[in-house]
């Protein structure tokens, strides 16, 4: 295991700027993630727990193009992501209105507890990204299509609610 996390008797949130560290220092280390990496059999997603405890869970997702998440948050959780390789696209709500932000290979981005978003795979080839949220993800809300109204909220382990895996 590379030493990307710190031990603690009590659990520490870390803030935006750790978050986006951790995830660019896990990208970094192909030798750590690679092996882990599948694509989708399916049009479902696909996503792997890479670590957890009690500051941070770390997530290997992958994409095909076209798929996305749907509009969320992160309920208590600050979220980071970096974009391993393809491209991915993220739309977030803000000021009231659905800004659409492309995310192409080797850039990262932070999303603050209570940011309504949703990702998607974009371009023309798969799409592999990292993960991580603190404190561990534990609930999720979902909205409509303005990111204005609750459809629903999950608690979860799963970064998202399970799919076909």
Do not use: C, K
């Not at 031990?7 to 700027?17: E, F, G, I, K, R």
């Amino acid at each position: 295991m590379p030493n990307f996390f710190g031990s603690t008797m009590l659990p520490v949130p870390l803030d935006l700027a750790e978050l986006t560290t951790l995830v660019r220092e896990i990208s970094a280390d192909e030798g750590f993630w690679r092996p882990h990496l599948r694509l989708p059999e399916s049009d479902a997603r696909w996503w792997t727990l890479l670590w957890t405890d009690p500051d941070v869970d770390v997530w290997l997702l992958s994409w095909l193009p076209g798929q996305a998440t749907e509009l969320h948050d992160h309920g208590d959780s600050a979220a980071a992501f970096a974009v391993l390789s393809g491209q991915l696209t993220e739309s977030r709500i803000e000021a009231g209105r659905l800004r659409v932000h492309p995310r192409p290979a080797r850039t990262t981005t932070w999303v603050a507890p209570g940011v309504v978003h949703d990702v998607h795979g974009a371009g023309q080839s798969p799409a592999a990204s990292i993960h991580a949220y603190s404190p561990p993800l534990r609930r999720m809300h979902y909205y409509d299509a303005a990111g204005v109204h609750v459809l629903r909220s999950v608690a979860t382990t799963e970064s998202e609610e399970p799919l076909e895996r």
